[in-house]
């Protein structure tokens, strides 16, 4: 398995260990797996160690889906992780991008009824 | 006939609504991704199995395990994930690919306990969550399936605390691939009838869940064996050497072959757990499956009633 696809594996079943190794062992964390998905892209959206991991090792959030203009922000406000939302921001992941049906991470928020990160979104 | 090109049209239809993104399991008997259903902008769990078919088809075996999880999808269970889709394309003349689509939740109870600050997770927490695992494990149960394979890393957790089971009903229509394939499983939450390869039925499950109790209150696996039998002589440095009468006949793996251990008191191991929790957690973690406790009775337990 190319490492890329080792690493976006690693982070979709949330497993920290792993991500962790892999990304000290040099594996880009912007390099993108046979779906052309990135790490961030695909990860276990509740999983805040790995998305940490990922951003201190410089992963870019402000990234789309190909196929739907999704960011990691629309994904983790839209599952209602709001440690994540607030860690994608941190880490300047876009809060006004919109995806392709016009949407923002705000408005996903809302639509699935989770009001603290709808909060926390507006208060930014 | 029409049935076949029926499937084979959903086939069709199920790629184009559902994009693969990540791999997230898999090995020989077929592959896990994580996908984006494009309708609704959800991610979903695909998980395909290859099976052999012959001129009648699919396997009986196949047909009757779909159906069986279909029929378990119509009681929209709050601690089972969901079934949305499943779809059978022929591949071959010998060989069909079953894919069936499940909801996908973006976090497990091993990530969720991670996450948990120290000192580790609220009591009223772990009650929370206990209830809802044993209410999912009670409705299969009662449904005759047994989950086989329950781990942290199959309870899954939504944002609302919501616990969810995952690959259950899967493990007969994996098994007889999976014996051909070199996977690693973790041994951690066998249950010792499974580890003795005796005979094993639902208090396998109990077993697990009652190793996933503790492991909420020390937020790290209660038995870690590299092997069947170093499972069990961990096992055993904490419930004890069970009697000649309790070990079972026919196994291969002799009680003479483990030293004599008297039981450790649980607190020893599983700090901050208040007395309630330490009877049904004695009574999870018991050597005969028999007298194990019932999902039924876990769940009416004292422990499950006590007010935080």
Known sequence: MRPEEELTSAAATGNTERVKHLLQSGVNGNGVNGFQRTPLQVMMMGSTPVARLLLEHGAVPNVRDCSTGTTPLHDAARTGYLETVRLLVEFHADSQATDNNNCRPVDLAQLNGHQEVVDFLLSI | MGCQSAYAYQAMAQEVQYEPVAQIGGGAYGTVYKARDRESGQFVALKSVRVQTDQDGLPLSTVR??????????????????????????????????????????????????????????????????????????????????????????????????????????????????????????????????????????????????????????????????????????????????????????????????????????????????????????????????????ALNALHHDYMKEED
């Not at chain 2, 929370?128 to 005759?144: A, I, P, T, W, Y």
């Open chain 2, 65 to 294: 395990e779909v159906a069986l999880l279909k029929r378990l999808e119509q009681f929209d269970h709050p601690n089972i994930v969901k079934l949305m889709d499943v779809c059978a394309s022929p591949r071959t003349d010998q060989e069909t690919k079953v894919t069936l689509v499940f909801e996908h939740v973006d976090q497990d109870l091993k990530t969720y306990l991670e996450k948990a600050p120290a000192p580790g997770l609220p009591a009223h927490t772990i009650r929370d969550l206990m209830k809802q695992l044993v209410n999912g494990l009670e409705f299969l149960h009662s449904h005759r399936v047994v989950h086989r394979d329950l781990k942290p890393e199959n309870i899954l957790v939504t944002s609302r605390g919501q616990v969810k089971l995952a690959d259950f009903g899967l493990a007969r229509m994996y098994s007889c691939h999976m014996a051909l394939t070199p996977v690693v499983v973790t041994l951690w939450y066998r249950s010792p009838e499974v580890l003795l390869q005796s005979t094993y039925a639902t208090p396998v499950d109990i077993w697990s869940t009652g190793c996933i109790f503790a492991e909420m209150f020390r937020r790290k696996p209660l038995f870690c064996g590299e092997s069947e039998a170093d499972q069990l002589g961990k096992i055993f440095e904490v419930i004890g050497l069970p009697s000649e009468e309790d070990w079972p006949a026919d196994v291969t793996l002799k009680r003479h072959n483990f030293s004599p251990q008297k039981p450790l008191p649980f607190p020893d191991h599983v700090p901050e757990i208040c007395s309630k929790g330490e009877d049904l957690l004695k009574k999870m973690l018991s050597f005969d499956p028999l007298r194990r406790i019932s």
